[in-house]
């Protein structure tokens, strides 16, 4: 199928250019009966948006969300919830000089190789703008998982050489870098705008983490819980590497070590004694945290020279201009809780079925 | 949808026990015309079968695949393929020990929790077994890709402290690691084989690349080519994480390391000076060799004393018995190569509705 | 899935309630290169629309359809197009009366029993108002089909005991009721007038066809070319039969009369005699004209007196107020064009996938 | 998606062709804990299989179905479920004579002009005989709706100009021709007997009924239950009108005569005073019984002589041998009554989503 929608029971699509005049997405399967609260959604969006903090884009948009149906008297129905932001800030003419240049590290030549011809204005299709319509559905996703003592948490755990050293949950966004290390957070921020001085872009790590997720979601075999997060996290820009529980480590562990050990909790409950398993075994949830870690690149659009070939397949140097974030950490955030959301909201639905 | 199909236009469904009468796959979306070469399907399980070398299983078994519809006068007609290996030396009374206690590391726990109850004999479906289906119609993918020019390479990079640090691709089918460095090959051996006296088990890396692949494969924006490639590899059993190129590496490169620049080839092509990105941009193939990293964890079932609990919820200790592999390396080779393959068929085919 | 979607290759979404802000649709998967003709849509709208004439509802809306995303420079980019559509003339007030009370032949008593509660506002979903997204979703899909040589054609065949006697296709769009005979048109009209004096609606029969179908559409077993036409016609409100070629008349035949000899046409190809399969063999394309036929209810909304019960369960009467169609029949013509039209651009497109 | 699964999350892959070793089917999704009652699945093969009476081919195979997977200790354990049959009388000599010349009525041509040649043996995958499988799968579907109080019945109503006058229930499988009217019954053995004589085929019409099934089942707007069955029927081989409820009747009513007024049933649950809709409202089951009518076209292969045309585009004769039947119709009722147990069954699961 076409590559907009994700989902199965909760199933959304997205729809929208990073310079047209509006970006959406269409939400099906949402369970009736949601008092949907708007504010929550509108929430959602102001942490992913730009102008926050001079560690992102200097573009500012207010990202306001509408609801153009799905919604009666403060209800979901059960039809289609459609969500519509419009863009308001977008300088398309800041992009006339790529127009016929590819970008390195940028989508514009697949594109190209793909559909003929792009729509070269901030990346069209391809730019991050597009990950507002997934934090909105997201957000209707975790009221849903709300209301099933289900939550989730994100954070920037590292940046280039520097690493969260605590987990101070309180602390996530309070600083600009959504680092749980206030002291690592201020460190961060100082090699950003080091970075943008030297006009040069960061990459780093995001943890997720689920809590409350009852045993049994995902389905075996080829739709493991983990092969879902999987799917949902590399489809966010800029993702090259999704690790579940103790991710790359396990391949310097022994099994003795990487097992978990089951236990009883104290509420009767079976859980494990450790969590190198991030909470997926057999590709089905244990019970325990789901704990996932993305690496995400360095943004490729820098504003120092490069080279590169244009359209026409002639030799060229391109030094990128617009507004463009130095980090996509902190608004990488929210995206994978969003997206973490939704294939947990669909596994929900999807566990319905699973008995007779 | 339930779990046990993948693909969109080339799609599979697996089904089997690993102690049931057999094990099998029907492919539905298979071109017609493909001159099927069925002794590279039986080459390509016999990679995959256990009891090959002294570094898997002692379950020997022959993988004998049956051809039952979909192909006439040896050619495929465009009907489903359905493929069928018996399962001959199945010892299930190796399995009753464990009936109702949860082995550490494995889903028994999970799929209790998610059906009510489990075929506890090998695994039932979460076995490792169920991947022989996967390199059989991973097969017939090839078969498709190679009339296309698109080659697949894969092996062995790491285990445990041990990394290839050549990649001579003659010699990776040539040592029993499917290593592409003899001379780590032989450190690992000897490492696994001490590992099985320890009674443990390895973890470690496997590599696998894609070569000849067009520029333009991948659909924006869920079905993004390193989301599919994502889902299908963490479908893969023991998996924990995916990295596409320079993956977690990436963390510590700045923008202008990791930008691939474009440049023109003698051919008259676009390429890259260098490929970080693993040969795909904006989630869309760029023509450069696709590099897909798998870290896999050290098997779960081993044959010393663990702690857990049994179905009744009492604490208990286990010894896991039955014939099991202390490290799925080699054998995970094929099954990486199998569904990156599944994944540029489906890619290729669908690419054709791209354009008017 | 949820069932707001069609199609697989060229895939719609449709949302949007009868008394909310707007409707609309997401059209995933249109290829690239297309150049969209917006007046065209608009033109399909245009027939589809309410208060044309005195034999449909009065209500009065223009319809006009904005396009949010997935044109650039007046092409198709290969990215989502969202078409949206305002709602300027709701009259909710209408509703009230119908709140708690279930209207015989509507929806309102299975949305209450499916989701808990509806949205009583014209129907919400149920309305026919959600097909305007249909039509100007087809109005994107016969663009497509019409530069592949394939055109569609559809009229009014019979209303009550009154049936066109000839086919005069330049016919078709002269009268209000898009009969193809013009003395039956004026008797239609006539009898829809006496329906509406007397305070109720007629049912009646709409034909569709499509001409320039290549042959080897369609895809055996579930989704052949006929099967995907029931699913896309039954989904149209009213409809309660679907036929194909000679459809219901089969069952008087004999083999004998009822097989369409094959015979050389004088440009080569293969071509029958005649067309009682309707142009499909096998579920499959044959090249002869595809032929569907769609019978429709009467429309339920009729302002005489009815016998009911109201959502507390007890013995009640309605009157159904509101701007109600006599009869669906003339609107019903550019809505099962549209629906054709979506299935055999999805066709195409998958067909492409049929040979290596 | 390629064609041969039906369902979304009771969902049936077919593959087999007519003259292969096999033909079979995987059943994924269905919940884990049935007790499968694999003697009522062998008795609904042994309804549809040939060789049964003077009104069907003489072709004769037992149809023995073997469960491969998904069962243990006699449950479903929420896995695939494989079923396999044998292929054991096929006689595909009989199929050499029209090896290049194409059966009017046929798949012959247009599976020809898709795939690009075919197995012409007995129609390769376009043989009915591929309904076998789907026969089984609906066995399976069946037991889970009898848990839930659904139960489903099918009859032969009419062929050719003989119409069953009263329904019988209990007649219904005391006749080979399936007709709830003894005496029409018999007047139908008779003229197939005459048909037979005559080398002709007779077509005619069947109606399959579901009782005790709950509202709202059936996703709104393209999901409607009607929509998915007339996707069903018009799946089956020889199928060419579909109607619900009053069908094509309603044509010639008025709203005041079509619409079934609401009441109150002695149990306190609502219900209609008629069932003109056939159970279905708005797409959505009302908890009347499902009334579905299929009117299937006399078989294509008659032992007189046909014009046709041959591969290499020449005039040709031909005059079908092989064993064939010269009505559908008592063999079509167990098929139709499969693809409505199929259909309900995914409804009900599907509806476990509607709601939070």
């Known amino acids: 199928m076409p590559g907009n929608s994700f ?5 959304i699509t997205t729809w929208g250019e990073s310079h047209g005049p509006a970006l959406g997405v269409v939400i099906d399967g949402c369970p009736a009966g949601l008092e949907l609260d708007l504010a929550e959604i509108q929430a959602q969006l102001d942490r992913r948006r730009v102008g926050q903090s001079r560690v992102t884009s200097a573009r500012r948009e207010p990202d306001e969300v509408e609801i153009l149906s799905g919604v009666f008297e403060g209800q979901t129905t059960g039809t289609p919830i459609s969500l519509l932001i419009r863009n308001t800030n977008a300088k398309s003419g800041d992009y006339d000089a790529i127009k016929d240049v590819y970008r390195p590290g940028h989508a514009d030549y ?6 003929g011809f ?30 099933m003592g289900i939550s989730l948490i994100g954070y920037t755990s590292s940046m280039a050489h520097l690493s969260a050293q605590v987990i101070d949950e309180a602390e996530i966004e309070r600083n600009i870098m959504r680092c749980p290390d206030a002291a690592v957070a201020a460190e961060m921020v100082a090699l950003v705008e080091s970075a943008r001085h030297e ?17 049994g979601l995902g389905e075996p075999v080829f739709d493991k819980l983990d092969a879902l997060i999987g799917h949902a996290m590399f489809s966010i820009p800029a993702v090259k590497a ?17 097992n978990d050990p089951f236990e009883l909790r104290p509420d009767g ?15 089905i949830s244990s019970g325990s945290e ?12 820098i504003a120092q020279e490069q080279q590169t070939v244009n359209a026409a397949g002639e030799p060229a140097t391109i030094v990128v201009k617009g507004r463009h974030d130095p980090t996509v950490l902190p608004r990488l955030v929210p995206v994978a809780e969003a997206m973490l959301a939704l294939v947990l909201v669909d596994c929900v639905l999807q566990s319905r079925a699973t008995r007779l």
Chains 1, 2, 3, 4 share one sequence.
Do not use: C, M
Request: aromatic letters at 2%.
């Open 7 to 11: 989902g199965t029971l909760f199933r």
């Open 110 to 115: 697949t594109y190209d190789a793909k559909y």
């Open 118 to 147: 792009r729509d070269h204005r901030g990346g069209g299709r391809s730019s991050a703008r597009e990950t507002a319509a997934r934090v909105a559905a997201g957000a209707v996703a975790r009221q849903i998982l709300a209301r």
């Open 199 to 215: 006009r040069d872009s960061l990459g780093g790590v995001v943890e997720v983490r689920a809590r409350g997720v009852p045993p």
């Open 242 to 258: 999704v690790e579940i529980g103790a991710g790359v480590e396990v391949a310097r562990l022994r099994g003795s070590q990487n």
């Open 269 to 283: 409950s079976i859980g494990t004694t450790t969590n190198h398993a991030g909470g997926i075994l057999g590709g």
């Open 290 to 301: 789901i704990v996932v870690r993305l690496t995400a690149k360095p943004p490729a659009s």
